[in-house]
């Protein structure tokens, strides 16, 4: 079972305007979360994470959501620039565990 | 970034063939995972490791085993390889485990025939 949920596989931005990707998870034991960025033939690049003792996290152009009672997060992009056009992963995890469970990604594409 | 790499990047194999898959690292973080990447999946943890010698299995580690006798080196190996296995295999380290931030290498694409 999937414990952590991306719903879009894909989302088509226009440069300059916000991009919004969502998340949804299962697990109430999660208690830290995190958005990766992966282009193609590379790795995963850590983006911005946030802990379940806040309800938002804002990195430059990134902001991140949580949502506990509604187990939502979300992963705010402002502007998108056509560089963001990649797969992004949100991925949640148990204090004290080693695991992260990972969404199954949305793909951005941001349009000049 | 993160001093991680992985070998070898692109590997052919046959159904049945033994592979193994090297992650090396330059951080000196204690911590070092493997994952597999499949459409439809996400990333699943197959093993991980907590300190030399010491590994433990994830999500998905039938049909693989492990090993580290180094800090710096984590070996991924499918003893008989298997069609099931085709897949992106990506390594990742972090300094203190517990759900910390991991940082992951370029991957390595493995299909086996």
């Known amino acids: 079972d999937q414990q952590v949920k991306q719903n879009s596989p894909s989302l088509s931005v226009q440069e300059g305007r916000i991009s919004i990707l969502n998340c949804d998870y299962t697990n109430s034991m999660f208690d830290y979360f995190l958005w990766y960025k992966k282009y193609p033939a590379e790795g995963p690049t850590f983006l911005i994470s946030?802990?379940?003792?806040?309800d938002k996290n804002e990195d430059g152009r990134f902001t991140v959501f949580l949502n506990k009672s509604a187990k939502h997060l979300s992963l705010h992009i402002v502007p998108s620039q056509p560089g963001d056009s990649a797969v992004y992963f949100c991925a949640a995890s148990v204090s004290g565990a080693n695991n992260l469970f990972f969404g199954t990604g949305t793909r951005l594409t941001v349009i000049p | 970034d993160a001093g991680i790499t992985q070998s070898p990047r692109h590997k052919v194999t046959e159904t049945g063939t033994p592979v193994t898959l090297r992650c090396h690292q330059t951080?000196?973080?204690?911590?070092m995972y493997w994952y597999r990447q499949d459409p439809g999946h996400g990333l699943r943890l197959i093993h991980y490791s907590y300190g030399v010698k010491d590994t433990d299995k994830g999500e998905v580690s039938d049909g693989y085993s492990v090993s580290r006798s180094k800090t710096e080196d984590f070996l991924l190996t499918l003893e008989s390889a298997t069609s099931s296995q085709t897949s992106v295999y990506f390594c990742?380290?972090?300094?203190?485990?517990?759900?910390?931030?991991?940082?992951f290498g370029p991957g390595t694409r493995l299909l086996v025939l």
């Open positions: 946030i802990s379940s003792i806040k």
């Open positions: 951080e000196n973080h204690r911590y």
């Open positions: 990742a380290i972090s300094g203190s485990g517990r759900g910390e931030t991991q940082y």
